[in-house]
């Protein structure tokens, strides 16, 4: 498949008039050619118009039509083969394997929601039967969720395929029968073209609205402003830094009809290192973390940028373990320029807090766009005075706090801003303390996890990638797993309506074969 540099608006392959855009190879700071021909609000008008277009029709086509479009799409993409891989290492410096695998999570998650609309849990549908009886009378109440309308979808910058053009935003918005507007990262303009071509090709072999899906481009943050702010957009699915997820918020909440942005924004996920475990296996603890950390170049959300323990000589050892370990690891190539820029400025930034003093660095970098990895340490006390050090340095850099016991670790907790991920490290020693400190976990974070790293997110059905703000800007959804579906859902009651009339989901004959919820039981009658 030819990358050419056009935007894809429904149909048609539209090339665009503003500005001229170039993909980047960070490892060399080539640029990569085709040229890609930014557009405005033309274009983004005319993709919204055929979004709003394509919505009724794509909304009630049959879960299995939808399904069978999705599986359709993680097909294409797989059959895009090493020239899809090879574009994507090449825009984003990320390894051959790493991307392999990325792409098998991409189709992963475009099967797993085929398999959420098989299932109909999501439409809930719900029936309470008229009781004419009754004083007052009762009518006949019926209940389904159906999608909410077209999405804007931005991809991210350090997943190019998984949370990006075909990733979790647009497979559950296509799910729910929301159609999508695209819009490219613009490190991934070419693998960002590749995928949408694959989605634009599987909407025309399915047979649906083209404007069920678009793929627009655009250099600055206009085209983005006009994406969230057209009239026919009626939710937004983000992943990226604090500031592009507030002002996307902020543009949507001034529009005339204010709209939900689910945007994933900013985590520094939390370590918790319990004494007995620190003792029992501290070093092996070390080790582990360290690889955590610098894994992926720190380019993870889920990254652990903060380790928080008890004083003792089992954290020391830990300690010396940590540094030891992170002296030996290699500098790796960041995502973009930009990225490698911001990672040093964080850098330089907790370098400069009095109070946290820099213990472990990482091999220094041998060419463009290398992050050397970082660990810092301060008290439990320096580190609630001074805000400054939960900052998230987008990269692999840490913080170590120590504190004097459980109880300063506990209101250490509680002045944590919200995360998606908090990781205890416990034995069965540590549980009564763990007690103390699991309720304020689960105020902070979206998934509280044992023994383990914050780093890798299963997709299923009962992952929950999301949290208290900043880490989301909504702490009741989920942007991974099957759960996501319902950020693009809304509920619908039908009162009394003619039988005729009634979705599939509602009909006295269940048509669809669903579980339904009938006067408070669960039943496929």
Known sequence: MKITGEMLIGASAVRGQDAVLQAIDPATGATLGPDFHGGGAAEVDRACVLAEQA???????????????????????????????????????????RLQGERGRTANQLRLFARVLRDGRWQQATWDSALPERTPPRPDLRMQNIALGPVAVFGASNFPLAFSVAGGDTASALAAGCPVVAKSHPAHLGTSELVGRVIQQAVADAGLPEGVFSLVLGAGNEIGTALVAHPAIQAVGFTGSRGGGLALTRVAQQRPQPIPVYAEMSSINPVFLMPAALAARGERIAAELIDSLVMGVGQFCTNPGLVIAIDSPALAAFRAAAVQALGGKPAGTMLTPGIHQAYQQGVARLGEINGLQRIGTGLAGTGPNQACAAMFETSAAQFIADHRMQAEVFGPSSVLVTCRDIDEMTALTRSLEGQLTATVHADAGDHAAARQLLPVLERKAGRVLFNGYPTGVEVSYAMVHGGPFPATSDARTTSVGAAAIARFLRPVCYQNVPGELLPPALRDDNPLGLWRLRDGELTRA
């Open 55 to 97: 919505f009724d029709p794509f909304r009630n086509t049959l879960p299995e039509q939808r399904a069978a479009f999705l599986e359709r799409i993680a097909d294409g993409i797989e059959a895009l083969g090493d020239t899809l891989i090879e574009r994507a290492h090449r825009e984003s410096g990320l390894p051959l394997a």
